[in-house]
């Protein structure tokens, strides 16, 4: 099996953090150049039977100028041609305005989104089950998997759930 996932979410959410740990250093570095229009892949995990390419999708904030527009418009293109959407957020943070930005340009995607919640390591256990509900009635998620990308808490699970939907 192999597939395309588009990994979006806000900034300093754990995006890096996450395909450092799942494909290693080098990419990760690569992709924290500029942002430009073209979506570029991030990185290719292969597994035993599946292969996850991770494609960049830039400019999924509220654009301030007409390149701002035109990005967010290739970028809307690429999510519905995606074959997973990982919708990262940050469990210490309430869902805020840009969480709410990338929800609403999400609907209509037939695309499967993830809800990925991550820096679970920084948190209550006793909050998480208030931080799911909060999403689950602004989206209909394919999937939401609790992770901390930093100490690697449940992200086996999350690579494994992604390769169903492969
Ligand atoms: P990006 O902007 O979405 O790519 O976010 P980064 O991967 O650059 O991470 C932003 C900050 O959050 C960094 O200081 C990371 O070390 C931290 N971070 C990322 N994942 C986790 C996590 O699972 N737990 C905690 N506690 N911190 C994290
Ligand atoms: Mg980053």
Do not use: C, W
């Not at 940050?90 to 919640?117: R, S, Y």
């Not at 100490?151 to 690579?159: A, F, R």
């Amino acid at each position: 099996k192999s597939g395309f996932i588009s990994i979006i979410g806000r900034p300093n959410v754990g995006k890096s953090t996450f395909l450092n740990r799942v494909i290693g250093q080098k990419i990760a570095i690569m992709s924290d150049k500029p942002q430009t229009t073209r979506n570029k892949v991030q990185g290719v995990l292969t597994t035993d039977d599946s292969q996850m390419i991770f494609i960049d999708t830039p400019g999924i904030h509220k654009p301030k100028h007409k390149l701002g527009d035109f990005m967010l418009k290739v970028s809307k293109n690429t999510l519905r041609e995606v074959d997973v959407i990982m919708f990262m957020v940050n469990a210490e943070q309430k869902l805020g305005k840009g969480d709410e930005f990338i929800l609403e340009m999400l609907a209509g995607n037939p695309t499967p989104v993830f809800l990925v919640i991550n820096k679970i390591d920084a948190i209550h256990p006793d909050e998480l089950m208030g931080i799911i509900e909060s999403y689950k009635e602004r989206y209909d998620f394919a999937e939401i998997v609790p992770i901390s990308a930093l100490q690697g808490n449940n992200v086996e699970n999350l690579l494994v759930t992604l390769a169903k939907y492969l």
